[in-house]
């Protein structure tokens, strides 16, 4: 075990170099800066604690290899893999992230939430990693960058970060509507047969997907406070040829075949 533990911790420490040279070599826009500088400091203490865990190891303590130093590595490499995946951003660094990059980093900087968070950009469908304390990624496709159009969607994407940062208020105000519409489902009365059933479980799916559809129905207020008729025209410009599947949430047609829900 203490072979296998030795070697899996310097295949981390060499990875975690790499991606730390990797990061220093890449030149950087202004708007991205904060982000990468915390990338790499991540980087470096990630790098210090794979050096700790094998300096552990070096103790000579056989006892202590099955539980702390073996649950030590794999958290290292789950870690690794958070920084390999939030340093992507970093290394992209495209001069037509500016744009977004300004307007995101407006936003950031009028809430007190949000304030020094560091963000960066990549290019996927919109979308957003809101997972506080870490640093914030936004997705915009790349035909989407070059003009203004589509910049107000962020708003839309900041709620999600807003709501994150919220999550324990939030939760609790979208329960209570959870609950107030399992009471409304509540049938008058109850039977016990297979189509009662079906319907339980009908009612169950109902309530449960109306966690995700708050969340949106949020996130799309977020984006009317901030941004008005820009918001309201760039989300329906964007929706405009999505077809009739993305405006609905499925009935379940017979027992055991699963709801397909569409959001917004």
Known sequence: ???????SNLDLLSEAEQLIAALKA?????ELAPYHDHMV?????????????????????????PEEIL??????????????????????????DRLSLRVI???????????????????????????PPHPVVYFMPVSAQYSLL???????????????????EMDSLVQDLQT???????????????????????????????????QELFCDAVG?????PAFIHAFSHYLRMSPRAEYHCSRIPVVGTPIHCHFL
């Not at 604690?49 to 000579?60: S, V």
């Not at 009317?224 to 008005?228: E, P």
Request: with cysteine; charged share 25%.
């Open 1 to 7: 075990m203490r072979t296998i533990l030795r070697e």
């Open 150 to 168: 589509y910049q107000p969607l962020f708003f839309h994407e900041f709620g999600h970060l807003l709501y994150a940062s919220h999550r324990p």
């Open 105 to 131: 980093g407006w936003l950031h900087a009028v809430h007190k939430e949000t304030t020094d968070v560091p963000v960066a950009m990549s290019t996927e469908e919109f979308g957003i990693w809101p997972q």
């Open 41 to 65: 400091r991540a980087c470096a203490n990630l790098h210090e604690q794979i050096c700790h865990n094998l300096w552990d190891m070096e103790l000579g303590r056989d006892d202590i290899l």
């Open 26 to 30: 890449t030149p950087v826009v202004p």
């Open 224 to 228: 009317l406070m901030i941004g008005g």
């Open 71 to 96: 649950s030590e590595t794999q958290r290292l490499a789950r870690d690794l893999r958070l920084h390999n995946r939030l340093a992507g951003p970093a290394l992209r660094g495209l001069k037509s």
């Open 180 to 214: 107030q519409i399992a009471e409304l489902l509540e049938p008058l009365a109850r039977r016990n047969d297979v189509h009662a059933q079906a319907e339980e479980r009908q009612r169950t799916i109902i309530v449960l997907t109306w966690y995700k559809w708050a």
